[in-house]
C-alpha cells in the first residue's frame, strides 16, 4: 500500500492530487488562466506568484477532499522539469519541504512522462511498448514509451510551433478568447453541424512536413508555422478585400489539418515501430475531432487507441502523483533533497 | 524548550537558522547567486543536525519575506509555509531588512567607538540598509536607532541608487543623521551611496530573522496558526507584462 502526493507547477496550473496504489484519490487544481487571459498567453511571473497563494490551500483541499492526513502520505512526487523555471521553482520547493517535514521520499519527474502515466489512472497498466502522442501548448511529442519509470525514447517533436499554441495563436487571429482550442473546437463542431463535414475541407490549408522530402528527413516530426501563416494570409486577403471572414469554416480547415498531420504522423510510427498501442495525451488531447479522427485510424490500422478522459489530459497534480505512484511500486531510487529544477529536462529523464 | 527554525533567501545568502528562545543553536549561509530551491532543504536538515534537533520538535517557522529577487525569494516562503502546514506551527513572516538592521544596530553596539562609522548608530540616530534589486536599483528601508530593535521609519522602497541618495537629503533627513547606508546595495554603489563602514554586516542571515521573529512571537504569545496570516512575500514591483498590441500582418 502506497499513498503518493503528486505536484504540478510547471505552467499556469497549481495541481496537487493524491493516488493510493495507482487509483487516484482526489486531483485538486487551481488555475490563474484568467489572469493570463488579457495578456494572450502565460505571464511566468504572474503565474509563479499565483502558485505560491494557491499551493497551501490546495495542498489543504486535496487532503481534505480525500480525508486524508498528510502524516499518511508514502512518498510525494513534484514536477521537476521542463516547464517554467520560476513555476517550477515553487513547487518544487514545496514538495522538499513536505518530504522534509514528513521524513518521506521524494521523486522530480519529467512534466512529459507524467502525461503519459497519467492515462493508467484511467486505463490501467500500459502495454509495453506504447507510442505516445503528448499534444499541449508547450510540447508536441511523439514518444516510445517502453518503460515510462526508465524508458522514453523522443521519435518526433515539434519544429516550431507546438500544437496548442497553433491553436491559441489562430484563436487570437479569428477574434476567439485565449485559450483558443476549446473555442475553434467549438465553432468547427458548430460549423459541421450545419453544414456537413464538408466544411473541414472548405479551405485546403496545407499539411506541413508529410510527403517528399520532408516527410523523408522529418518522418515523425510536425511543424505548424506554415499552416499558420497560411491561415492568416487567407484571412488577411478576406479583410483587405472586404469580406466577411468565414470564421466557422476557418476553424474547422484549420483544426482539420492539425489533426490530419498528428493522426499520420502517430498511425505511421506505430506501423514502422511495431507497436500496437496508440496514447494520446496533453491538453490537445481534449479535442474532439483529434479524439474521433484518432479513431478512426487507429482501427482502421489495429492500433489500440488510450485517451485519458479530458481533465486528465490537461496539466493537472493527478499525473504527477500517478507516475509517483508508478515509480514506487517499480521499487525506482528517490531523488535527492538537494533536487533542482530543469526548465529544459529532456524526455530521456523519467525523473532527477 | 522550544526551537525555532529560520530560513531567508530573499538575497546573496541562502541561510538557515536554529534557536530555541535566545540562544543560537546552529546557522549556516552559503552565497548564491541562483539556484536556492537546490540548496535550501538540505541546509535545513544539516542546520537541524548541527542544532542536535528533529524536524518534529520544531515549535515554529520564521522566514525573511524579502524584499528581494522573486525567484529565490519565493523558495523561502513557500518551504516556510508548507512546513509550517506539515508540521502545524506557525510560521512568521519577518521584513528581511528589518533582519539587517537589527545585525547592523548589534555590529554597532558591539564596536562602538572602534570601527569607523559606528559612531552613527548612537541611539535615535537613522541609518539605511539596503539590499540588491537587480537591474541598477536597490531595495531599502530607513530605521532608527534605540534600545533593541531598530524602529522602522520609512521603506521598504525600490529605487536607483541616485534617486535614494537625492530623497534621502532632499527630505533633509541625511542632517539629521540619516545615513550612512548599510547592506550589499551600498556596497555596489559606494559611489552614489557611501560604502558600509569595514566589517558591517552587508547580508542578512538567518539568526538575525530568528531573532526577530523570537521577539515578536513572545509579544503576541498564542501559537496557533491565524488563518490570512501567511507570511507574504515583499515583492514591491509588479511583474513584467505587456498586453500583446495589435496583430501582425503575414503579408
Ligand atoms: N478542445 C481543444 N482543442 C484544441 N486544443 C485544446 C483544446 N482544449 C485545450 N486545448 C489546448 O491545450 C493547451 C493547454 O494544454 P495543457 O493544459 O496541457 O497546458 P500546457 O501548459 O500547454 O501544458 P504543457 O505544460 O504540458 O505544455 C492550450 O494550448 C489549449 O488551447
Known sequence: MSLVLGIETSCDETGVALVRDGRLLIDAVASSVDEHARFGGVVPEVASRAHLEAMVPTIERACAGAGVRLADLDAIAVTSGPGLVGALTVGVAAAKALALGLGVPLFGVNHLAAHVAVDTLDHGPLPEPTMALLVSGGHSSLLLVEDVTSTVTPLGRTIDDAAGEAFDKIARLLGLPFPGGPHIDRAAAEAVAERGEGVRSAIAFPRGLTSGRDLERHRYDVSFSGLKTSVARWVERREDAGERVDVPAVAASFQEAVVDVLTRKAVLACREQGVDTLLIGGGVAANSRLRALALERCADSGIRLRVPRPALCTDNGAMVAALGSLLVAAGRAPSELGLGVDSAMPVTAVRS | ?251
Open chain 2, 1 to 251: 524548550m522550544s526551537l525555532l527554525l529560520a530560513v531567508d533567501t530573499s538575497g546573496a545568502l541562502v541561510t538557515v537558522a536554529a534557536a530555541d528562545g535566545d540562544s543560537l543553536l546552529a546557522e549556516q549561509a552559503v552565497e548564491l547567486a541562483a539556484r536556492h530551491a537546490e540548496h535550501l532543504a538540505p541546509m535545513i536538515a544539516a542546520v537541524l543536525v548541527e542544532a542536535g534537533r528533529a524536524i518534529d520538535e520544531v515549535s515554529a517557522v520564521a522566514v525573511g519575506v524579502g524584499p528581494g529577487p522573486f525567484t529565490g525569494l519565493r523558495v523561502g516562503v513557500v518551504t516556510a509555509r508548507v512546513l509550517g502546514l506539515v508540521l502545524g506551527v506557525p510560521v512568521i513572516g519577518v521584513c528581511s531588512l528589518d533582519a539587517l538592521a537589527l545585525q547592523v544596530a548589534e555590529w554597532g553596539e558591539g564596536s562602538a567607538g572602534s570601527a569607523a562609522g559606528a559612531g552613527d548608530l548612537a541611539a535615535g540616530r537613522e541609518f539605511v540598509v539596503t539590499s540588491d534589486a537587480r537591474r541598477r536599483e536597490v531595495y531599502w528601508a530607513a530605521y532608527r536607532t534605540g534600545d533593541g530593535e531598530p524602529e522602522p521609519v520609512r521603506g521598504p522602497g525600490v529605487d536607483r541608487p541616485a534617486d535614494l541618495a537625492s530623497a534621502a537629503a532632499r527630505d533633509g533627513l541625511g542632517q539629521k543623521g540619516f545615513g550612512p547606508f548599510f547592506g550589499r546595495g551600498a556596497a555596489l554603489y559606494p559611489e552614489v551611496l557611501t560604502a558600509p563602514p569595514e566589517g558591517a554586516p552587508l547580508d542578512v542571515r538567518a539568526g538575525a530573522v530568528a531573532r526577530l521573529a523570537g521577539r515578536r512571537v513572545a509579544r503576541v504569545g498564542g501559537s496557533e496558526r491565524a488563518r490570512g496570516q501567511e507570511p507574504v512575500p515583499l515583492y514591491l514591483r509588479r511583474p513584467d507584462a505587456v498586453a500583446p498590441g495589435a496583430r501582425k500582418r503575414v503579408s
